[in-house]
């Protein structure tokens, strides 16, 4: 048996050399320090998306895009389909736990300061598939069809309406006609199923390569240290199995909330039906939304709703080129005001979702 | 002088190369942008629609009607007059719905109050709701878009 393993080994490596790959994997080690913790946010970003392909691929099964027969189909899967109510739930909650751990991830390496070089482009990959993570988000929560997620789409793609010169173009080719109707169902279909995972994985490729080639990022403290008192553990087996642990967990924590908090499909959505109370978008859009609804009609000549895109969109380019402005100062410490950036960054985020929640 | 000859023999062919791969760019993705946007549907104007018979509305409620492919919305002021107004909210495209506790128009999706003649009285609307003529012939009603 060992022998036929050996052989099979050699097979391959004859052709395509992986004793070097081997190798390099069993020398990766990865820093232990009080901040380790945050270096799991990643593979659980990783993992869940896993999870979503997966149950995402389960659902196609059976979903019919179509303003007939989207609601019927998703119905469908959690009233007749063996653990089709699972499998939604799951999608669901792990969209959700999904960004939360994006968003975990991302400010855990913003305060680490991760970002820094030479990993400059790992964090601009990372920014782009945070961005790529909201449009799934955006695109999968119409596709029930329901009441909820018609008027929430309509809202989230008016906005695109309140650009200048283009805006009503735009909002034609995202809706595909003036209205969200089936036609906008279709093309959110196509993004969610199609097109963003295929861009989505090429870019997560790169990023995990861009990881894998430069492994992980210490904290600048350790500049500091004497080269003996940083502590490393190796990335296999120990590492790995950490992470496979967590996983483990996470799938748990999945499984109960898919079981004890199935995902509500609310009322099939009727375009000649008044907006029901309490319209709001998913959580991770609340800031946004929040925002929009505190700026008065007009801010300066500009359109309130345009007025906010405007400085979301400037924000949100500033962030992602971070590592290209954050300098050293003078004394050669790392730039404080990032750290106070970043805070103000993280307290208004939480500030307007828990108003969001608040006031309606 | 052949040097310099050659150097922008040289140059002028990168160009037409870059001409020409630009060329080719822009004839790629003009078809596809062309194609994602939405051919426009020609769609008969609505100039008028019959909503229903008086007796089918209370006085104090608001029905909302198909107007064209748009929602419109009937209200039957408490005096048993005949209001009508579009149905979408000047904001972000909401629909609106008549609430009898306030006895105003009210949209959902950010709390915008619209009076009983349409105008934008509270919230994020920027704009009056826009009117449509009620027309009461015998006992049936006819809604049109004034002018
Ligand atoms: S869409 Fe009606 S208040 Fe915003």
Redesign the pocket.
């Known amino acids: 048996m060992a022998k036929f393993g050996e052989r099979l080994f050699n097979w391959f490596d004859e052709r395509y050399k992986i004793r070097g790959f081997i190798e390099f994997m069993s020398h990766k080690s990865v820093p232990q320090h009080r901040h380790s913790i945050w270096y799991y946010f990643g593979g659980v970003s990783l993992f869940l998306f896993i999870i979503q392909v997966v149950t995402g691929i389960l659902l196609l099964l059976y979903y019919r895009v179509g303003e007939d027969s989207s609601y019927e189909s998703v119905q469908f899967i959690v009233s007749k389909v063996k653990f089709g109510w699972l499998i939604r739930s799951i999608h669901s909650w792990s969209a959700n736990l999904m960004i939360l751990a994006v968003f975990i991830h991302m400010f855990s390496v913003y305060f680490t300061k991760a970002y820094r070089k030479p990993r400059e482009l790992t964090w601009v990959t990372g920014f782009l598939l945070l961005i790529l993570s909201l449009t799934f988000g955006f695109s999968g929560y119409l596709l029930p069809w329901n009441e909820l997620a018609f008027f929430a789409t ?2 989230g793609t ?1 906005i695109i309406g309140s650009i200048p010169v283009i805006g009503k173009e735009l909002l034609i080719i995202v809706r595909g006609g003036e209205d969200v109707t089936g036609a906008t169902l279709s093309r959110f279909f196509g993004l969610h199923v199609a097109i963003l995972p295929g861009i989505f994985t090429v870019i997560l490729f790169i990023h995990l390569l861009f990881v894998q080639i430069q492994g992980m990022s210490e904290p600048p403290e350790w500049e500091k240290l004497p080269p003996e008192k940083r502590k490393y553990i190796p990335f296999f087996p120990n590492f790995l199995l950490r992470d496979l642990l967590l996983w483990l967990i996470i799938l748990n924590i999945l499984a109960v909330l898919a079981v004890f908090f199935p995902w509500d499909l609310g009322k099939k959505a009727d375009p000649f039906a008044p ?1 029901p109370a309490g319209i709001k978008p998913e959580w991770y859009f609340l800031f946004m939304y929040q925002t929009l ?1 505190l700026l008065p009609p007009k801010v300066l000549f500009i359109e309130g709703e345009f007025f906010g895109v405007l400085i979301f969109t400037v924000a949100g380019i500033l962030w992602m080129l971070v590592p290209f402005w954050d300098v050293k100062t003078e004394k050669g410490y790392r730039n404080r005001l990032i750290n106070y950036i970043g805070l103000f960054v993280l307290i208004y985020m939480i500030t307007m979702t828990i108003l969001g929640y608040a006031l309606s | 002088m052949v040097q310099e000859h050659r150097s922008s023999r040289r140059n002028f062919l990168n160009y037409i190369l870059g001409f020409g791969f630009l060329g080719w760019i822009i004839s790629v993705l003009y078809p596809i942008i062309r194609y994602i946007i939405p051919p426009k549907i020609p769609e008969a104007k609505v100039k008028s629609v019959k909503v229903g018979k008086v007796g089918d509305f209370n006085p104090g409620t608001g029905t909302i009607f198909k107007f064209g492919n748009k929602p419109g919305i009937l209200i039957r002021l408490e005096t048993g007059e005949f209001r009508a107004f579009s149905a979408v ?6 629909t ?1 719905q008549y609430r009898e506790d306030m006895k105003a128009i009210w ?6 109050v619209y009076d009983l003649n349409g105008r934008n009285i509270s ?3 920027p704009r009056p709701l826009e009117a449509f003529r009620v027309i009461v012939r015998g006992d049936e009603i006819y809604v049109s878009k004034e002018g």
């Open positions: 309509k809202v008016e907006a609804k | 909210c000047t904001h972000l495209d909401c609106v949209c959902a999706c950010h709390n915008g919230g994020p609307p």
